[in-house]
């Protein structure tokens, strides 16, 4: 049974506030809809009345900051049976939502309430970053009711807790006093009772790679390596470490990179020319004629102090450079940036940010 619990006004004489029923189900709809957080964590609400294609509309259906999706059901006075069924039913649909069904049910959401239709950019202005790349690896169901039978909180418990069902219930309280309506909510069972539960069986989940793309982050800083560097001869590098280099020397020849500096966004789109090598070793195609790069003008600095070819065990510090022809840069300073534009700590992987990769070269005019 959940927690029953009251409400006192305390100054002066401690005094029970009067509980009072609500007016309508509904009302708890429009308050979730105005205020997610009300669930008592953050959400995005991505859709609202969603058909699921089995003869039946989920009232609300959120997303939350790992991609996990969120069914919300209002009881509307349905009998234990029908609640239960509907809810259980509506998680059988979630369970099979790709990627691509998840953005466009967002996006015919968004067109209908005047939002901006990029579920990436919803996502950035609610969560601050970009979202996974992984949506609905998990899922959960919640019932929200301002009362509810005892049949249905047995049935919905041994779910929960007998069998891992990511089901439970929100309880909403409502009180009254001196001319003013206050709200609370309580869960029927604790939450981590309630873990969400893996979600699709096709693995689609993930946004789609067209096998070209790869996102690589150069990271320009004082004293180190130098963007103009880059943009002059035609490179990317990165060093330091094993955990820094080795996903750009995976970087494959005739692969698309967009390159992004930390903090400033977007500033050049190429095709890598070559494998990657030291710095000592690299080797650039410069005026028709084949340069070492440690020969040419350059203003930052790559070689590292110390760092030799590793011996067996040993970590390789080496800066590592792969060869690029640019097809548009922009120096730092014009750099692009978009809340939910992608971006990562490796130095280099997939990008399968598809409006990232759109937006970019949309600005940079590239086909």
Not at 52 to 69: K, P, R, S, V, W
Not at 122 to 147: I, Q, Y
Not at 263 to 280: C, D, I, L, M, N
Not at 284 to 295: I, P, S
Request: hydrophobic share 40%; net charge negative.
């Amino acid at each position: 049974m959940p927690l029953e619990f009251g409400l006192w006004r305390i100054d002066g004489k401690p005094e029970r506030v009067q509980r009072r029923p609500l007016a309508r189900e509904a009302v708890l709809e429009d308050l979730i809809v105005a205020d997610p957080d009300v669930l008592g964590r953050p959400l995005l609400l991505i859709g609202r009345q969603v058909h699921t294609g089995h003869n039946g509309f989920i009232d609300l259906l959120a997303m939350d900051e790992e991609g996990a999706l969120h069914v919300l059901e209002l009881k509307r006075d349905r009998t234990p049976r029908e609640v239960v069924a509907q809810i259980l039913d509506y998680g059988s649909w979630v369970r099979d939502l790709g990627n691509e069904d998840i953005r466009a049910l967002y996006a015919h959401h968004a067109r209908e309430h005047g939002l901006p239709t990029e579920l990436d950019e919803a996502f950035a202005a609610r969560f601050g970053g970009s979202p996974p790349d992984t949506l609905n690896s998990a899922h959960t169901l919640t019932v929200v009711a301002g009362e509810l039978d005892a049949a249905t909180e047995r049935i919905i418990t041994y779910l929960a807790t007998g069998f891992g069902v990511p089901v439970n219930v929100m309880f909403f309280r409502t009180f009254e006093d001196d001319g003013r309506s206050y709200l609370a909510r309580t869960w029927l069972i604790d939450e981590p009772e309630t873990a969400p539960a893996p979600a699709g069986r096709r693995g689609g989940t993930r946004e789609p790679w067209n096998g070209t793309d790869w996102y690589v982050s150069f990271g320009d800083e004082s004293g180190g390596r130098d963007w103009d560097d880059a943009r002059r001869h035609g490179f990317v590098s990165a060093g330091g470490g094993d955990w820094f280099s080795r996903t750009l020397r995976a970087l494959p020849h005739g692969a698309r990179v967009f390159t992004h500096i930390p903090k400033s966004g977007y500033v050049g789109v190429g095709t890598v020319a070559g494998p990657a090598r030291p710095f000592e070793d690299a080797e650039l195609e410069v005026d028709g004629t084949v340069r070492r790069l440690a020969a040419l003008e350059l203003k930052g600095t790559y070689s590292r102090d110390g760092a030799t070819a590793p011996g067996e065990g040993e970590e390789d510090r080496r800066e590592w450079v792969v060869p690029v022809c640019w097809e548009r840069t922009v120096p730092r300073e014009l750099a692009v940036w978009r809340p939910g534009f992608f971006a990562n700590q490796n130095s280099a992987c997939k990008l399968r940010a598809r409006f990232t990769a759109e937006e970019v070269t949309r600005h940079f005019g590239l086909g």
